[in-house]
């Protein structure tokens, strides 16, 4: 493809895009498909020959968009969002444009300053203390990850230099609440920490992990000749959006040399705002904290932010020097190949800066308002109305609930709310997302995508009483 080939294919793909967006609310947001029906539009082996790329736009139409459950949709309400605002994709043309791979500064200097800049301009966003360094990470089950790598360094003073933990003498103990995300149980079992050095533990009324839990667990686990390495405190879990004590949890980590990481994947963007930052209060006592700009900020995934307290301790256990990536300026620059696990990679912060430029700091904190706005009123509904149940705090935008008809065993009453839930993702109009919190099935309404106005949340509220109604008399 020469560029002028591709300016003019550029220019119809930039219009399908705008398009795209422009028709979302009338396509199903939840996708249709069925296994293989995507697939079955495709050959089943590479063309022996290259094709002229305008042939495959009708396929866009017809194979690919149907096979789209669309994140960007007013309707989506469901797992958290992940919004892609239109500067962020237009920064990941550029990035793509320019096919930096930024592992070094050498290699592209201006994607490990603009990075710079971006954890910068994101630290701030956040109130985190200027104490903290940032690096961009793909996930924050990646940079869970890192996190527990090194907690599991600091605790065996390196050992990864001598023979891993496999020349540990005591087990390394792990701790969250039994409502943290999977990546933390996912991170514990790949940094070798091992299921029976997991704690997930319980969790008061509201959801959030019980600092008397916490300590009781530790307790029992020292006098038992076990190493406590890490705490994982979530700031907006992920059923129910509940807020872990973070201040104290960090007494805590601090009074028994454990790590201390903070995973505020969702509600890192609510941090924006000053009058929420309660919700982390303690925050500055973390070792490493994590939030997802790719969920509610608008910036397109991927882009996790990770921030820690000491970036040497993080560049020791993630270097690694062969002579052939060594450069001129090392020592003098940040090399962010050293700051993870990948060696590539992408020109993320051109997406930061586009966004944060876009909708500046007052932008976004009106966007959070906005969204927590539209969630309270949708649990006041819930609240005034008889039948419905709220089953956790609303501090952000989540909201748990369930239809609670009279006359309903246990058994029949998470039936009964599992196939709303079904209804009305079927219905194409709204996606939401069914799950199990302490054994009962709830339905989350998790409010957040960009284009999601008030008519949205109201007619949502309408088709969910309506399809309750319509689902009880059929019993
Ligand atoms: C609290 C929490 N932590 C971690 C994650 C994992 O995020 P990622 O997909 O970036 O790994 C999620 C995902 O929703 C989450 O809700």
């Known amino acids: 493809m020469t560029p002028d080939e591709f300016r003019a294919l550029g220019h119809q793909l930039i219009e399908w895009v705008a398009a795209y967006r422009e028709r979302l609310p009338d396509l199903p947001v939840m996708s249709p498909a069925q296994p293989g029906d995507v697939r079955r539009h495709f050959a089943s082996a590479p063309p022996e020959h290259g094709v002229p790329l305008e042939g495959l736009l009708p396929q866009l139409d017809a194979a690919v968009l149907p096979g789209i459950t669309h994140w960007n949709h007013p309707g989506f309400f469901a797992y958290f969002p992940s919004n892609s605002a239109l500067p962020s994709v237009l920064a990941d043309l550029v990035a793509a444009g320019l096919g930096v791979q930024g592992m070094s500064w050498q290699t592209s200097p201006a994607a490990t300053e603009l990075e710079e800049v971006a954890m910068e301009w994101l630290r701030q966003l956040v109130g985190l203390p200027p104490t903290f360094s940032g690096v961009i990470q793909d996930t924050a089950s990646t940079a869970t990850l890192v996190a527990l790598l090194c907690a599991r360094e600091r605790t065996t003073g390196h050992g990864q230099g001598r023979g891993g933990l496999q020349g540990e003498t005591a087990p390394l103990t792990v701790y969250a609440s039994e409502m943290a995300h999977s990546s933390v149980e996912k991170a514990a079992l790949l940094a070798g920490l091992g299921r029976d050095n997991l704690r997930l533990l319980p969790t008061d009324d509201a959801h959030a992990l019980r600092p008397d839990a916490l300590e009781e667990a530790l307790r029992t686990d020292v006098e ?79 882009c996790t932010a990770y921030h820690v307290r000491d970036p040497d301790h993080l560049v020791r256990v993630m270097a690694t020097d062969p ?136 007619a949502l509220w309408a088709r969910l009483r309506d399809t309750a109604a319509t689902l009880a008399a059929r019993r």
Request: glycine share 10%.
């Open 224 to 302: 038992a000749g076990r190493r406590p390495c890490a705490i994982v405190a979530t700031v907006g879990s992920t059923g129910t959006t509940a807020i872990d004590p973070v201040a104290r949890i960090g007494e805590i980590a601090r009074a028994h040399g454990a790590w201390l990481h903070v995973d505020a994947a969702m509600a890192g963007t609510a941090m924006a705002c000053p009058e929420l930052r309660w919700m982390w209060e303690g925050v500055e006592q973390a070792d490493s904290v994590v939030w997802n700009p790719h969920k509610w900020l608008g910036i397109g995934f991927d």
């Open 323 to 458: 002579s052939y990536l060594r450069t001129a300026q090392d020592g003098a620059v940040k090399n962010y190949r050293d700051w993870g696990i990948a060696l590539g990679r992408r020109f993320r912060s051109l997406k930061v800066w586009f966004v944060l430029s876009a909708l500046g700091v007052e932008g976004i904190r009106a966007e959070v308002r906005r969204h927590l706005a539209l969630a309270r009123w949708l649990a006041e509904q819930i609240d005034a109305t008889p039948g419905w149940e709220r089953l956790a705090p609303v501090p952000l935008q989540t909201v748990a609930f369930r239809h609670s008809p009279s006359g309903l065993e246990a058994a029949a009453l998470d039936a009964h709310n599992l196939a709303l839930a079904r209804a009305i993702n079927a219905s194409g109009k709204a996606y939401l997302t069914p799950a199990v919190v302490k054994g009962a099935q709830i339905l989350r309404v998790s409010i957040g995508a960009t284009g999601t106005t008030a008519g949205d949340v109201t």
